[in-house]
């Protein structure tokens, strides 16, 4: 390890357990020198998320609701009371009701469409903004995404629609924040085995039709995602904004599966 992120922290916001992308992230940041801060949802949550931090020697945790400004107003003035300035910030947060992720879009309802929309998309932009005051001297900021947001995906849905809205989202922040030095990027891994890639119906399937038919013929692994966070958490990511950067073994270059598989 190079101590690429020493010196650096950041709160990392949407780790469920130890198999989450987040936690990846997580995990490769520290390993790097990063300390870190780790946001949660209710006590459930927190209970899975305390050991994880303890692992990588944190001990800052806060319970967050994304939908509240209240209670984001709590988080960032706990991380400006303990660390006055901060330097990166993950956003690994989505949800949909697990009832329209199989199925047809059409059926999608307006309260989850709304719902959806406000978790996986515009809590990023409500995040970006209190992080970005606390970045005076620029900083990194990413998300997550997936390719359903620009190809249709089976029973990928209503989310779907909401990561296309994040990515163009990214896009709008980076022109904002770029004068403050502030990069904001979006990561798209491909299928995964996580807590939330296993509400999508069909999932066991599309993972196992990517790894066949990726030209690297496999899905991505954790650690190859949180290389790609450090990356662009780091100095190295200096003059990266406004990307998606997709870790998914090129299954996006494909037109048509592998000849074997048709």
Same mark, same amino acid.
């Given at each position: #390890?190079?101590?690429?992120?020493?010196? *650096?922290?950041? /709160?990392?916001?949407?780790?469920?357990? =130890?198999?989450? $992308?987040? &936690?990846?992230?997580? *995990?490769?940041?520290?390993? =790097?020198?990063?300390?870190?801060?780790?946001?949660?949802?209710g =006590?459930?949550?927190? *209970?899975?998320?305390?050991?994880?931090?303890?692992?990588?020697g944190?001990d800052?945790?806060?319970?967050?609701?994304? +939908?509240?400004?209240e209670? /984001?107003?709590?988080?960032f003035?706990?991380?400006?009371?303990? &660390?006055?300035?901060?330097?990166?910030?993950?956003?690994?947060?989505?949800?949909?009701? *697990? %009832?329209e /992720?199989?199925? @047809?879009? $059409?059926? +999608?309802s307006?309260?989850?469409?709304k719902?959806?929309?406000?978790?996986?998309?515009?809590?990023? $932009?409500?995040?970006? @903004?209190?992080?970005?005051?606390? #970045?005076?001297?620029?900083?990194?900021?990413?998300?997550? +995404?997936?390719?359903?947001?620009n190809?249709?995906t089976p029973?990928? %849905?209503?989310?779907?629609?909401?990561?296309?809205?994040?990515?163009s989202?990214?896009?709008?922040?980076a %022109?904002?924040?770029?004068?403050?030095?502030?990069?904001? %990027?979006?990561?798209?891994?491909?299928? #995964?085995?996580?807590l939330a890639?296993?509400?999508i119906?069909?999932?066991?399937?599309?993972?196992?039709?990517?790894?066949?038919?990726?030209? /690297? @013929?496999?899905?991505?692994?954790? =650690?190859?995602?949180?290389g790609t966070?450090v &990356?662009?958490?780091?100095?190295?990511?200096?003059f990266?904004?406004?990307?998606v950067?997709?870790v998914?073994?090129g299954?996006?270059?494909?037109?048509?599966?592998?000849?074997?598989?048709l």
């Amino acid at each position: #390890m190079a101590d690429l992120m020493k010196g *650096k922290r950041g /709160l990392v916001m949407g780790v469920a357990n =130890e198999r989450s $992308i987040a &936690w990846g992230i997580a *995990k490769a940041l520290a390993d =790097e020198g990063a300390e870190l801060a780790f946001s949660y949802q209710g =006590e459930a949550f927190g *209970k899975r998320v305390e050991p994880l931090a303890a692992s990588v020697g944190s001990d800052f945790l806060v319970d967050v609701d994304v +939908t509240n400004d209240e209670s /984001l107003d709590a988080c960032f003035g706990a991380l400006k009371d303990r &660390w006055g300035t901060m330097d990166f910030l993950v956003h690994a947060i989505a949800f949909s009701d *697990k %009832n329209e /992720l199989t199925g @047809r879009f $059409i059926n +999608t309802s307006r309260g989850n469409f709304k719902h959806s929309l406000d978790i996986s998309c515009f809590s990023f $932009i409500d995040v970006s @903004r209190r992080a970005a005051e606390m #970045m005076p001297e620029g900083g990194s900021l990413i998300t997550l +995404t997936f390719q359903g947001s620009n190809r249709v995906t089976p029973n990928y %849905n209503v989310m779907g629609v909401a990561k296309a809205a994040l990515e163009s989202a990214t896009r709008y922040l980076a %022109n904002d924040l770029g004068p403050q030095k502030i990069r904001v %990027n979006a990561i798209s891994p491909g299928p #995964m085995k996580t807590l939330a890639g296993a509400a999508i119906g069909g999932a066991r399937a599309t993972y196992r039709h990517t790894e066949q038919n990726a030209p /690297l @013929r496999s899905n991505a692994t954790l =650690e190859a995602v949180g290389g790609t966070a450090v &990356w662009l958490c780091s100095d190295y990511g200096a003059f990266t904004t406004g990307e998606v950067v997709r870790v998914d073994g090129g299954f996006h270059v494909l037109g048509m599966p592998q000849a074997d598989n048709l």
